[in-house]
């Protein structure tokens, strides 16, 4: 019975009842949330450019737990507030109990790219990998971490990224695709990762 949103000026999530409009609770965030959150078994979750996973419960709009995804909780300037320096661009993934969530520049940019792994119902991280490739063989570097997404494949479920092909249990780099596809999809995830604004790296 409800809209949940994020109200990306105000740095916050609206939850609305859909039956009369009204307003249920508000969850001020302190940062910019691009994309809709991701609701899951009574819980709302979201990615935002602090470089936190925020988990809500989505009745009443309580804090369950929180994730840092970047490797520091480094803040600098961008789009006149305070975000992370490992900028998060997406929205959470989740599979079978499972969240996915990516945060870096690039796959060539201070470190690379981390993705994280957890628990929906706890944030206990499942596994943790960095990405970095100094000459990355890709469509070219991104302005930020690509959006995760899921296909299934010979092997299986697996994650996609930019051009690779993740183990989704392990984090593992299984292949890197190549071909028409793979262009598209970089292209579209390029568009995404500037949010609602110009990037600021443009």
Known sequence: GLAITADIDAQRIVALNIED????????????????????????????????????NSDTGKLAWKLLIP?????????DKLESQWPMVSDVLIIKGVGYVSAG??????????????????????WSQTYYDEKHTGYGPGPCANMLSAGNS????????DDISIEPLTGKILRRNS????????????????????????
């Open 154 to 161: 010979s092997n299986g479920l697996v994650l996609l990224m």
């Open 105 to 126: 520049l690039s796959f060539d940019h201070l470190g690379g790219v981390r993705v994280v792994a957890f628990k929906v119902d706890t944030g206990e991280i499942v």
């Open 21 to 56: 409009g009204k307003q249920k609770w508000i969850y001020p965030v302190g940062s910019r949330v691009d994309f809709s959150p991701a609701y899951y078994n009574g819980l709302c979750l979201f990615a935002a450019k602090d470089g936190w996973v925020h988990c809500l």
């Open 179 to 202: 071909g028409l596809g793979g262009v598209l999809k970089t292209q579209m995830d390029d568009v995404l990762a500037g949010g609602n604004s110009l990037p600021r790296n443009g």
């Open 71 to 79: 490797p520091l909780d480094r803040l600098i300037g961008g789009q």
